[in-house]
């Protein structure tokens, strides 16, 4: 195990269950070096998680306060966590794609409408991959996968004119960045700065899956043919007008423009309690 | 400056899961493939030459498994970069 894993993870959940190539360890390793080097320790944080490939293999490692939410769930239980821990402590939810812009996306939204408190991470594979390879909200088109077989044909959430970050900056979201799981400090300091908003916040970052995206949808096993494939959907390198292209970094930053959900609740229910009962 | 032979790389033979991503990003050819599997019948990568390695850290920010540890051998800290 490395110096991260003595740390910060439980020593009976590492090496994680997933396949060999998996990223999602890539998007774990970034989260625990931005608590690292932003100088948190295990009573800091409570850390939760969804259902899927992102919530099988994060759930439990944190060795500190950690709990898993229903599927798409999740915003909604640490909405409620937030206004009862002390502001000080930071709640950080590890989820997936199918989670948070398909299953509980009606959640996410509410919750980046409030202004919680809470760091999303999205770790997306492209589908509904610990089922077995469905396609999900932002599976590429025309892509075949183990529920399309013909290629799919359903609009997602990343092409075509749409993109799942614009509608949570609308609904009041106050960091999004998006990056790929294979990148360095510069994805390290995108999940900082999520950390460090006292807002709500996401990260989306794109990780390879290779037991079903790779084999059903890419046709291969050959892990740096997957690695190439996914590098390339960053800054337009693809050159496949049919594949997605992402800009890596900050998409937007609105970091304290908007009251906290909980602050602002606990200011509004003392000035109730002043009113009411004005000499307690 | 070269930094070659200022970094001690640490690979747990056990927790690696073969993936490869260490040698494919390693600009200085310091994994190479293994002669060995360990207990989970993960054929390892065998760091070959450590004393290539500048400490550029992109085998450990790609490193999937938490099994790869990038440390200053000698003096000096480990000089951060992205990939």
């Not at chain 1, 989260?31 to 259902?51: K, P, S, Y």
């Not at chain 1, 007008?241 to 229910?269: M, N, Q, Y």
């Amino acid at each position: 195990m490395d110096r991260l894993a003595v740390k910060y993870l439980r020593p009976r959940k590492t090496p994680s269950t997933a396949c060999s190539g998996c990223g999602l360890g890539q998007v774990h390793k970034k989260i625990l070096l931005a608590i690292e080097q932003l100088g948190l320790g295990i009573n800091d944080i409570v850390w939760g998680t969804g259902i899927g490939c992102s919530g099988r293999q994060t759930f439990n490692t944190w060795k500190g306060d950690n709990f898993a939410g229903t599927h798409g769930r999740v915003y909604a239980l640490a909405t409620g966590l937030r206004l009862a821990l002390p502001e000080d402590k930071k709640i950080i939810l590890t989820v997936g794609d199918g989670d948070a812009f398909g299953i509980g996306l009606s959640h996410l939204l509410h919750c980046a409408r409030r202004n919680a408190g809470i760091t999303v991470i999205v770790a997306d594979n492209f589908g509904y991959q610990s089922t077995g390879g469905q396609y999900g909200y932002t599976t590429p088109q025309s892509r075949v996968t183990d529920s399309s077989p013909y290629g799919l044909t359903d609009p997602n959430w990343l092409q075509n004119g749409l993109d799942i970050l614009n509608l949570l900056r609308d609904a009041g979201a106050g960091f999004l960045a998006r990056h790929l799981s294979f990148e360095g400090q510069n994805a390290v300091e995108s999940i900082k700065r999520a950390i460090g908003n006292k807002g709500f916040s996401l990260v989306h970052i794109i990780y390879p899956c290779v037991t079903h995206f790779g084999e059903i949808s890419l046709k291969t096993g050959d892990r740096e043919a997957i690695f190439r494939w996914f590098e390339n959907l960053f800054d337009g390198r693809s050159g496949d007008p049919g594949t997605p292209a992402f800009k890596s970094g900050i998409f937007h930053d609105a970091v304290g423009a908007r009251p906290e959900f909980s602050a602002a609740l606990k200011a509004w229910t003392s000035s109730l309690r002043q009113k009411e009962n004005p000499r307690a | 400056m070269n930094m070659a032979g200022s970094y001690a790389v640490n690979l747990d033979f056990e927790a690696c899961k073969a993936c490869g991503y260490c040698r494919l990003v390693c600009p200085r050819g310091v994994y190479r493939e293994g002669p060995a599997f360990n207990r989970k019948g993960f054929k390892v990568p065998l760091v070959a030459e450590e004393s290539l390695c500048t400490g550029c850290l992109r085998c450990f920010y790609v490193c999937p498994d938490f099994c790869l540890d990038i440390t200053p051998s000698a003096s000096g800290a480990v000089r951060e970069k992205t990939l």
